[in-house]
C-alpha cells in the first residue's frame, strides 16, 4: 500500500477546509493553497474528484468555493482516500489471484487480506471531526488480537 501525494494532499486539504469553514461557508482553493501550500491547480483536481464523489459541493461566483455536503462526524478518511482515487489495498504477491495457483492454501494471501481489512477498518472509523477534535494519539497502545480469516 502506498499513499500517493493526490491522497495526503486531499486529506490536507479536506482537514484546511474543516477548519477554515466553520460554519459551512464555501472556502476558495486560493485560500486552501495557501493555508497548506499546495499548488491551486493541484487542488482544482483533487476537489473535482472530492466533489464528483459527494463529498465537497461547490458554489460558484464571487465568495464561492468548496463546502462539505455532510457533517464532519459522517464524513471519514477512507471516503476522502477513496475519492482521490487511492488504492487502500496491501500488495500480497506479485500475481493476479485468477493467476495463482496457490491462492487456496496460501497463508501469507490470508495475512495481507487481514492487514488490508485492518488497515481499511481504522480508516473508515476516523472522522474528520474526530481528527479535529482529538489531541490524543490516534493509534492505541493495544493491537486487537484477531485471528487471520479462513478462505
Known sequence: MRITTRGRYALRASLALAKLGKEGEPISINSLSEEENISSVFLEQIFFKLRKAGIVNSVRGPGGGFCFAHPLEKLTVKEILDAAGEDLSVSSCDKHIDECGRIGGCISHRVWVSVTDL?????????????????????????????IPQQ
Open 119 to 147: 488497515v481499511n477498518d481504522y480508516l473508515r472509523g476516523l472522522t474528520l471531526a474526530s481528527l479535529l477534535g482529538s489531541r490524543e494519539p490516534l493509534v492505541k497502545n493495544e493491537i486487537p488480537q484477531n485471528e
